[in-house]
T-cell receptor, first 111, second 117 residues
Framework: AQSVAQPEDQVNVAEGNPLTVKCTYS??????LFWYVQYPNRGLQFLLK??????LVKGSYGFEAEFNKSQTSFHLKKPSALVSDSALYFC?????????FGKGTMLLVSP | GAVVSQHPSWVICKSGTSVKIECRSL??????MFWYRQFPKQSLMLMAT?????????EQGVEKDKFLINHASLTLSTLTVTSAHPEDSSFYIC?????????????FGPGTRLTVL
């Protein structure tokens, strides 16, 4: 069975600083990996995905993620955080027609 | 493009009543839609996979007689919570997958907040 781990419940970063939200996965075969963001009482918004090709994936709102097969990781990054980036972030892996989510990481960006 | 809507966005009902939640793909066809449930500060848990023209596939532990799913067309799936009880209070989110789309990406609705009194 596939699984996704987000080891941090919360990440705190000051505005303007780089941010990283960690994600590791476990799945047989080649994974499809996704990052979603959720604002309070809202559905999920797609940020980016890795299917194949370049390990560095660029997505919406200046976010990017690096696929590392040897470490089975897909960490979300942004060079300069904004207060408006504060939200709940979910990593997900797609395999066998099922999308499995991590437990989510709350990102708090302070002014 | 690829917009998914849900209606209602929130609903409050009395215990014992039934509530229907609609999920629509506005600008694409979706043979397959998904229903998730999210408790406060927790992840999304897949409840069932809704397939147009056939019965839904429920995840283990989800009562199919309580959570009725009807995928009536290629753009509409409904979730009916029957005989709702306070423990059914939750945030319900649907998603849809574009027919023929690459990467099996799912597009999510804005969610429906259900409160059962």
């Amino acid at each position: 069975a596939q699984s996704v781990a987000q080891p941090e419940d919360q990440v705190n970063v000051a505005e303007g600083n780089p941010l990283t939200v960690k994600c590791t996965y476990s799945v047989s075969g080649n994974p499809y990996l996704f990052w979603y963001v959720q604002y309070p009482n809202r559905g999920l918004q797609f940020l980016l995905k890795y299917i194949t090709g370049d390990n560095l994936v660029k997505g919406s709102y200046g976010f990017e993620a690096e696929f590392n097969k040897s470490q089975t990781s897909f960490h979300l990054k942004k060079p300069s955080a904004l207060v408006s980036d504060s939200a709940l972030y979910f990593c997900a892996v797609h395999r066998y027609s099922t999308l499995t989510f991590g437990k989510g990481t709350m990102l708090l960006v302070s002014p | 493009g690829a917009v998914v809507s849900q209606h209602p966005s929130w609903v409050i009902c009395k215990s014992g009543t039934s509530v229907k939640i609609e999920c629509r793909s506005l600008d694409f066809q979706a043979t397959t839609m998904f229903w998730y449930r999210q408790f406060p500060k927790q992840s999304l848990m897949l409840m069932a996979t809704s397939n147009e023209g056939s019965k839904a596939t429920y995840e283990q532990g989800v009562e199919k007689d309580k959570f009725l799913i009807n995928h009536a067309s290629l753009t509409l799936s409904t979730l009916t919570v029957t005989s709702a009880h306070p423990e059914d209070s939750s945030f319900y989110i649907c998603s849809a997958r574009i027919d023929g789309g690459a990467g099996n990406e799912q597009f999510f609705g804005p969610g429906t907040r259900l409160t059962v009194l």
